[in-house]
């Protein structure tokens, strides 16, 4: 049987390890740009979502890049890669279409 919190990373031990804030957590989750669960009164970050929390961290507390440069950043990567999706498709169907 799973347990509640077991796809769960508590955000505390999240910031021991990688020496952030869990005020720059709260400010990632209120920008929309990570989910948090919050279980009796403990913050946790959804394991799927850990690399995409870690490469952030790094965008503010290695490169000195604000919240509002973060969230610039993650969007134009989120178009890029919806972008990237779209050609693969069109490249299949261009294959597909020169096959015949």
């Not at 077991?6 to 400010?27: K, R, T």
């Not at 604000?66 to 972008?83: F, P, S, V």
């Amino acid at each position: 049987m799973q347990t509640v919190t077991e796809n769960l990373v508590d955000a505390n031990q999240f910031c021991i390890y990688h020496n952030v804030e869990i005020s720059f957590i709260h400010s990632l989750h209120q920008s929309g740009l990570i989910e948090i669960v919050v279980i009796k009164e403990t913050v946790f970050i959804p394991a799927e979502q850990l690399e995409h929390l870690e490469k952030l961290a790094r965008f503010h507390y290695e490169m000195d890049i604000n919240l509002e440069g973060i969230e610039t950043i993650a969007y134009l990567l989120e178009k890029i890669k919806k972008l990237q999706e779209e050609i693969t498709i069109a490249e299949n169907k261009l294959r597909l279409y020169n096959a015949e």
